[in-house]
């Protein structure tokens, strides 16, 4: 089974720096995506940015951009020039066709960030 | 575009009362369903999922049901409300949304189970 960790529960960050969001996962599959998702106190999930694992190419979203190391199996997700927009939770989350599912996603536990004026 | 919608936004109801939380979908065709359970400040947990109508599988035993009588229609119920049953529900659609494959969520349903 696939699983996702967050090493963070929690992060601050000042408004306009850069922050780093660590996710890893395991698994045996070749084909997945990877995803970010965004719940700010409205507890809204925003899809941030999502990730091929057959693409070698980083996605960039704006200001969001991740570091996508598929051997090691790491999944970062970077925050430049942080807002107070983004002070949310933050989960990453992996995803594979499966064939009762469809669609089989697993979540991380989630890390809190806190964007500091 | 696709759409997702849940009601009620908010729910107080009483131990041993039933439930009913809607969600519907708009802009796409036989998507796969989701029914997400979150406590406060937790991560998710999958309830049920469905690939189709009447195509209902559960993860976690529990005293709450689900249904999906139409092809972008899901209902989550219960016969008696347990306690333990407070959190916030997400419903989730999957599939492919402009030309990728991903999952997009409902704006929840905040349940208090006094």
């Known amino acids: 089974a696939q699983t996702v960790t967050q090493s963070q529960p929690e992060m601050s960050v000042q408004e306009a720096e850069t922050v780093t969001l660590s996710c890893t996962y395991d698994?045996?599959?070749?084909?997945?995506?990877l995803f970010w998702y965004k719940q700010p106190p409205s507890r809204q999930m925003i899809l941030v940015i999502r990730?091929?694992?057959?693409?070698?190419q980083n996605a960039t979203e704006n200001r969001f951009s991740v570091n996508f190391q598929k051997a090691a199996k790491s999944f970062s997700l970077k925050i430049s020039d942080s807002q107070l927009g983004d002070t949310a939770m933050y989960f990453c989350?992996?995803?594979?066709?499966?064939?009762?599912?469809?669609?089989?996603?697993?979540f991380g536990p989630g890390t809190r960030l806190s964007v500091l004026p | 575009s696709q759409t997702i919608h849940q009601w009620p936004a908010t729910l107080v109801q009483p131990v041993g009362s039933p439930l009913s939380l809607e969600c519907t979908v708009e802009?796409?065709?036989?998507?796969?369903l989701y029914w997400y359970r979150q406590a406060a400040g937790r991560g998710l947990q999958l309830l049920f999922y469905?690939?189709?109508?009447?195509?209902i599988s559960s993860e976690v035993p529990q005293n709450l049901s689900a249904s999906r009588p139409q092809d972008r229609q899901f209902i989550l119920s219960s016969k008696k409300l347990l306690l333990s049953d407070s959190g916030f529900y997400l419903c989730?659609?999957?599939?492919?949304?402009?030309?990728?494959?991903?999952?997009?969520f409902g704006p929840g349903t905040r349940l208090l189970v006094l």
């Open positions: 469905s690939v189709g109508i009447g195509q």
């Open positions: 802009g796409t065709s036989n998507p796969n």
């Open positions: 989350a992996f995803m594979k066709r499966d064939g009762n599912y469809g669609q089989n996603f697993v």
């Open positions: 990730q091929e694992a057959y693409k070698q």
């Open positions: 989730a659609w999957s599939g492919v949304a402009r030309g990728q494959e991903t999952q997009y």
């Open positions: 698994t045996s599959e070749n084909n997945y995506y």
